[in-house]
């Protein structure tokens, strides 16, 4: 009986001492954008800008390589202080009405992901668009992903 005891006591004590900082637990925080019809008075980045992109994304970090690789209407001087530029192209079987952004950090890595929502319509064309977000400066080992979604 008391070998039974002592044993039932001491795996109480074990799952109790325990912690897999369920107490303390993080959340992932929404991270604001901006863009550069927001920020610098652009108009129809989708269509007016252009980057050498097939269906990818990269992160520009400074004005030089934003005059070198980005043309178009819109020029402005960013602020690479504080912004980072996310930029990339789409191609698309449909129309589009509107692009959506939402930038996602995690908790845990620091991480950010930023979701690009492609509002679709009917239409027949089949635009190969730019899509864009002015994020916060990135810290020495962050890094951004970007998923793409579709919606009808």
Known sequence: MKTKFI???FLIVL???CNDDD?????DTVVTTASLET???CTETK???EIDLTDDFTVITNQTDFNTLVTGDCQPNIDFAN???VIGKKGLFSGNTSINYEMIKDCE????????????NAASEAPNLTYHALIPK?????SVMVEIELTY
Request: net charge negative; with cysteine.
């Open 7 to 9: 044993l039932y006591a």
């Open 15 to 17: 799952f109790t001492a």
């Open 23 to 27: 107490d303390n637990p993080c959340s």
């Open 39 to 41: 920020e610098y008075g």
């Open 47 to 49: 269509y007016q800008m």
């Open 83 to 85: 912004y980072d530029l």
């Open 109 to 120: 890595t620091n991480n950010l992901t930023l979701t690009v929502t492609f509002v679709q």
């Open 138 to 142: 990135l810290t020495s080992g962050q």
